[in-house]
């Protein structure tokens, strides 16, 4: 079964300080997301800022919207007022939570998860429940959690690392027992934050156990450290051999385009970034024009990125051979000293390495005007 994403980029990233989402904005963000066929959207909080708006652009796209409502009748009746597909409930799990932000017992708050997940049903809306902190909460409540859901009738299961205190593992065991405690009744979602830089590990790690969806935001986008990457997620999981509901081919381009849009930096970021797949060392490029897989963890067209080989002065001999060999040249000695020379100049007075096709042109040139 493939990896579901709900994409929360709209909803997390209005949290952020100094991220403005207006309309035009959220809706250019909506049409990314709907070019990657990532297909089910948090829109946002209504009870705070109901961006019905931002609704109806997404159902004009095709996409599946969610709602996000506190435990709290109120919550729910804000939600659906801006008629989304879904409703997601959310509760506090871990103890700490429950005494110092919701003021219940455990039993209390799962009578409210389980009365607000049926009246937004009621109201003509699917719902899913949200267990939050749930990487800090005690197993068997989680377990007690998860059985609510169901029962009442929601659509999934998310187990939101909050603090993003949790770790691979357990982030693992965590997931496993509450797939445990539900069996294939109901799927079980995965909500990372990235505040201990683990986000990407721990959704995959999720996966591995058992979850069959990943909460995520273009660029990481949330508050704090930030969400799941849904690029790294997609990326990741994807060379691990599973399936994801995303369209790769266009992936990397489309995400920068977004992020543009609300106008977040993704230059030095993992898949995003130029630079992950600039090769300048002259170790590196030297064995990557024979086999591009020897220094790269994944092939960055497949994504919709492009590799960049780069020859400047640090370029040794073993680059230049290769150029050699690429344009049909014997790699003598002193063809090879010719080359590695002009590259070294062309880059000095350039202030700059050169790309591929520019270096092989220097060497070419260098070659030719040789006695």
Same mark, same amino acid.
């Given at each position: 079964m493939p990896i579901e994403f709900k994409d929360l980029t709209l909803r997390e990233g209005s949290q952020v300080p100094g991220v403005e989402i207006d309309d035009k904005a959220g809706k250019r963000v909506l049409d990314g997301l709907a070019h990657i066929a990532v297909n089910r959207v948090e829109v946002a909080?209504? *009870?705070?800022?109901? *961006? $019905?708006?931002?609704?109806?652009?997404?159902?004009?796209?095709?996409?599946?919207t969610a709602a996000l409502a506190r435990a709290v009748p109120a919550d729910v009746d804000a939600a659906l007022e801006v008629d989304p597909d879904e409703i997601e409930v959310i509760v506090n799990a871990s103890d700490v939570q429950l005494e110092h932000a919701l003021g219940k017992s455990r039993e209390a708050?799962?009578?409210?998860?389980?009365? +607000?997940?049926?009246? %937004?049903?009621?109201?003509?809306?699917? !719902?899913?429940? =949200?267990?939050?902190?749930? &990487? *800090?909460?005690?197993?068997?409540?989680?377990?007690?959690?998860?059985?609510?859901?169901?029962?009442?009738?929601?659509?999934?299961?998310?187990? %939101?690392? =909050?603090?993003?205190?949790?770790?691979? $593992? @357990?982030?693992?065991?965590? @997931?496993?027992?509450?797939?445990?405690?539900?069996? #294939?009744?109901?799927?079980? @979602?995965?909500?990372?934050?990235? #505040? &201990?830089?683990?986000? @990407?590990? +721990?959704?995959?790690?999720?996966?591995?156990?058992? %979850?069959?969806?990943?909460? !995520?935001?273009?660029?990481?986008?949330?508050?704090?450290?930030?969400?799941?990457?849904?690029e790294e997620v997609a990326v990741l999981a994807t060379e691990r051999g599973n399936e994801v509901t995303a369209e790769l081919a266009e992936l990397v381009p489309t995400c920068r385009d977004m992020l543009d849009v609300l106008d977040v930096d993704y230059e030095g970021t993992p898949v995003l970034g130029e630079e992950g797949y600039r090769h300048e060392s002259?170790?590196?490029?030297? %064995? &990557?024009?024979?086999?591009?897989?020897?220094?790269?963890?994944?092939?960055?067209?497949?994504?919709?990125?492009? *590799?960049?080989?780069l020859f400047g002065r640090g370029t040794g001999r073993g680059a230049v051979r290769a150029l050699l060999d690429a344009t049909g040249y014997e790699a003598c000695d002193e063809r090879v000293t010719r080359g590695r020379d002009a590259i070294r100049m062309a880059a000095t007075e350039r202030d700059g390495p050169l790309n591929k096709e520019t270096a092989k042109a220097v060497v070419v040139a260098a070659v030719e005007e040789s006695p």
């Open positions: 909080f209504p *009870r705070a800022e109901p *961006r $019905e708006a931002l609704f109806r652009h997404a159902d004009s796209l095709g996409l599946q708050s799962l009578d409210l998860l389980r009365e +607000n997940i049926k009246r %937004a049903i009621k109201g003509g809306v699917e !719902a899913g429940g =949200t267990l939050m902190d749930a &990487m *800090r909460a005690d197993t068997e409540h989680l377990r007690a959690g998860a059985q609510v859901i169901r029962d009442a009738g929601g659509r999934h299961i998310t187990l %939101a690392d =909050t603090t993003g205190a949790g770790d691979p $593992e @357990t982030v693992r065991d965590t @997931t496993a027992a509450v797939v445990d405690a539900v069996g #294939d009744d109901i799927g079980v @979602t995965i909500h990372p934050h990235n #505040d &201990m830089g683990v986000a @990407t590990a +721990n959704a995959v790690a999720a996966v591995a156990a058992g %979850a069959d969806g990943v909460d !995520a935001t273009i660029g990481g986008v949330g508050e704090r450290a930030g969400n799941a990457p849904l002259g170790l590196h490029t030297a %064995a &990557m024009l024979r086999e591009p897989r020897t220094y790269e963890p994944f092939t960055p067209d497949r994504y919709g990125a492009e *590799r960049q080989l």
